[in-house]
């Protein structure tokens, strides 16, 4: 039986996210400039996929995911806010509206492991990209 050897080396980036976001913007520009390719998924265009939702939640938790600095949550009827208060109902407002996760979610698989961030945090990237 023969296998197919698998560059060490391969990465797969998909950038998850809103075009117009200007975090997503510079992730995009910042992954362009070290020439790594990537899948862009848009929130807007393509929604949530629940089964990547379930992954980042359990992650980096509901907490770091859910946006409340942005637009969106801020123009949620504050008794919707308030019935926010664990995973399971966080969960449920970013399959209703992917606009109040933190973007860009960055799903980066290198090497058998998959590594997730949110937000812009290019220091974190570069360690991936490079690591010691």
């Known amino acids: 039986m ?6 060490p080396h391969d990465i797969h980036i998909t950038v998850y996210g809103i075009p117009a976001c200007t975090s997503v ?4 520009a910042w ?6 390719p990537y899948r862009f998924h848009d929130f807007k265009k393509q929604g949530v996929p629940p089964e990547r939702l379930d992954a980042w939640l ?3 938790g509901w907490e770091k ?5 942005g637009t969106t949550w801020r123009k949620l009827d504050p008794a919707v806010q308030a019935s926010v208060h664990d995973m399971a109902s966080a969960r449920a407002l970013m399959l209703a509206q992917p606009s109040i996760i933190k973007r860009p979610v ?3 698989q290198q090497n058998d492991q998959m590594h997730i961030s949110v937000g812009f945090v290019p220091e974190l990237w570069q ?3 490079e690591p010691s």
């Open 127 to 129: 360690q991936w990209h």
């Open 65 to 69: 995911l859910l946006n409340r600095q």
């Open 2 to 7: 023969m296998h197919k050897m698998q560059n």
């Open 31 to 36: 992954l362009d400039e070290h020439g790594l």
């Open 25 to 28: 913007k510079k992730a995009r």
């Open 106 to 108: 960055i799903e980066w």
């Open 58 to 60: 359990h992650a980096v």
